[in-house]
């Protein structure tokens, strides 16, 4: 320890300054016993920290941080309860694969087992949603976890870690002289690890394997997944569908990658290609529930897959006909650099590409033909067309769309465009719902020369409503839309049969309060809120918001009985 003449650094400044030489650039949380002074000491360091008013949106925001910079996003929260409500967003961010640092106090070491404040065992809390999880005993092991942690949410398949500053560790101090060379340590000994992954044995074969089976394919098509989009893949895999002609399929949040305008995008055609095709190569997208498992009978029986992720276990749990195991950009330049040596391409005439393609215009005009009608009370998908033309009339950079509810992520998913990688986020892997206004916040951080536009069904917007006090107080260029249709799902739908017992005047369980003043909620906090029930109200509220860049909240009147019962998966419920 240092003697009291000489300057001395405690473990809030230390795991601050630790961060900022990390290269964190933002951290999300709620502050609290006993991390409000790692907070404020961050932020002096160069760690830009936002308050929240709830640890779940913090962390959605932190998740989605990840996934839009590449760089692990943090979470801050504070001991037991904090570390809990945190959870949520560690989990989200490794079922999603996107990088996540949760940070959480706790109480006292000497205290533990003896019921102090807040005390849980966080470590033990967190083990079955983190790839990591460690605790810092003493105030010198803060630098070297902060950077090991960190590590571990980019290597391999990205994830959330989780690191445990105890009370009294924060409340320990040490030389201003070893704090410096703890931090320089920790940098050396980042700076000399090797930041390659390691070449999978069979990669090389794996590749001249694969772009055989795609040249002798009658039916190819390119399945591109978000991890494809978080890579930052979105060039290599152009140019492959460019030169090969092959159709390409997006998962949600891998629209853009491709932009969803390209010619040869089969979203239009989902059932039709993947039903038929005979090669799928699939880059940066497990073969999970979003994909049918890649079994049939959405799939053809005799479909070959080549499955592109970066982690090995994806790849042996899939059994794909050829599994390449590396980034997706540098897998897919492999590619293409062994295609071009012996070249093919797919003509527009091609007997697939054209039934692709005929599919897909017929699919479009069916749903233009729905969309072009002005329909009042609104349906889901007049106001979504006008959203759809709003947004894509801002150009580029394009705005970020949030989208989250069932029906309203549904429609959503299928109506606007996205054509830029990287500029759609919805509930993801998980089918998390209450992501949105975490989203939101994440989204402007990371890309401030972009609008941020959320387009919210009102349960989804109920989950982190609160936020929106958040969104004024940084002064977010953020517009909500929320899709009020008073519930989940809409109105009361309930049958004869249900409608008995004591509590049968009860509200139904899907009933919010018909016709809430959700745009007065942003009014309350000094942002902008419209209530529109026409086409003209939504293109005003629309054009103002959007040019205005302000925090905004436009309350769209739903018909209640528009929707579906859960979106598109009514089987499951």
Known sequence: MASDSAATVDGSALAGRALAAAGARHMFGVVGIPVTSLASRAAAAGCRFLAFRNEQSAGYAAAAYGFLTGRPGLLLTVSGPGCVHGLAGLSHATANAWPL????????????????????????????????????????????????????????????????????????????????????????????ADPSPPKHKSLDQGIVEAAELLRRAERPLVVVGKGAAYARAEEAIQKLVDTTGIPFLPTPMGKGVVPDVHPLSSTAARSLAIGQCDVALVVGARLNWLLHFGEPPKWSKDVKFIL?????????????????????????????????????CLARSHPWVDA?????????????????????????????????????????????????????????????????????LDAGTWGTMGVGLGYCVAAAVAEPER???????????????????????????????????????????????????????????????????????????????YLVETPDELRSALSESFRARKPAVINVTIDPYAGAESGRMQHKN
């Open 101 to 192: 640092l949760m940070v959480s106090g706790s109480c006292d070491q000497r205290d533990a087992g003896r019921g102090d404040f807040q005390e849980l065992d966080q470590i033990a809390a967190t083990k079955p949603f983190a790839k990591l999880a460690v605790k810092a005993a003493a105030i010198a092991d803060i630098p070297r976890l902060v950077f090991q942690a960190l590590a571990a949410t980019v290597a391999g398949r990205p994830g959330g870690c989780y690191l445990d500053i105890p009370s009294d560790v924060l409340h320990q101090t040490l030389a201003e002289s070893e704090a410096a060379s703890l931090i320089a340590e920790a940098v050396a000994a980042a700076g000399s």
């Open 356 to 424: 692709i393609t005929k599919k897909s215009k017929d699919n479009v005009l069916k749903m233009e033909a729905q969309l072009v009608k002005d329909v009042v009370p609104f349906n889901f998908m007049t106001p979504m067309r006008i959203i759809r033309d709003a947004i894509l009339a801002e150009g580029s950079p394009a705005p970020i769309v949030v989208s989250e509810g069932a029906n309203t992520m549904d429609v959503g998913r299928a109506v606007l465009v996205q054509n830029e990688p990287r500029t759609r």
């Open 308 to 344: 592109v992720d970066v982690s090995e276990d994806e790849i042996e749990l899939r059994k794909p006909q050829v599994g390449l195991v590396g980034d997706a950009k540098r897998v897919v330049e492999l590619l293409n650099r062994e295609i071009k040596d012996q070249p093919f």
């Open 451 to 529: 609008l941020v536009v959320a387009v919210e069904g009102d349960s989804g917007f109920g989950f982190s409503a609160m936020e929106v006090e958040t969104l004024v107080r940084y002064q977010l260029p953020v517009v909500v839309i929320v899709f009020n249709n008073n519930g989940v799902y809409g109105g009361d739908r309930r049958g004869p049969d249900e409608l008995t017992g004591p509590y049968k005047d009860d509200p139904a369980p899907t009933s919010f309060v018909p016709g809430a003043g959700y745009h007065q909620m942003m009014e309350a906090f000094g942002g902008k809120g």
